[in-house]
């Protein structure tokens, strides 16, 4: 891309209006034509700590195997399907 080409080019923006706005001018922008504009920065993850407490939940196997089936759909484990399930009913009888 010549120079010329590159000033054509707007810069991108300082502040978009939503989180729509600024999905679809990434969208329909190539990242890599802003690379120049771009600064390193610097990313720290807090890993959450492991569960603390375990309990065992003894099911028939057709119950096992739905279960399955319906974490499979949802790109879940059964395990996660599960455990959101039991949250959501606790919140519920609150």
């Known amino acids: 891309m010549t120079q010329q080409q590159q000033k054509q080019k707007t810069s991108i923006p300082e502040k978009f ?3 729509e706005e600024e999905a679809a ?4 922008h190539d990242l890599a034509d ?3 504009e771009l600064e390193p920065v610097d ?3 807090q890993l959450e ?3 603390e407490e ?3 939940v003894r099911v028939q196997k057709p119950i096992k195997e739905r279960l399955e089936r319906i974490a499979r759909r949802k790109g879940l484990n059964i395990s ?3 455990r959101m399930w039991i949250m959501e009913k606790l919140q519920a009888a609150q």
Request: proline share 5%; net charge neutral.
């Open 54 to 56: 375990n309990i065992v």
């Open 80 to 82: 996660s399907l599960t």
């Open 17 to 19: 209006a939503s989180y």
């Open 34 to 36: 802003y690379w120049h």
């Open 49 to 51: 700590k492991p569960k």
């Open 43 to 45: 990313i720290e993850f």
């Open 25 to 28: 001018w990434f969208d329909t």
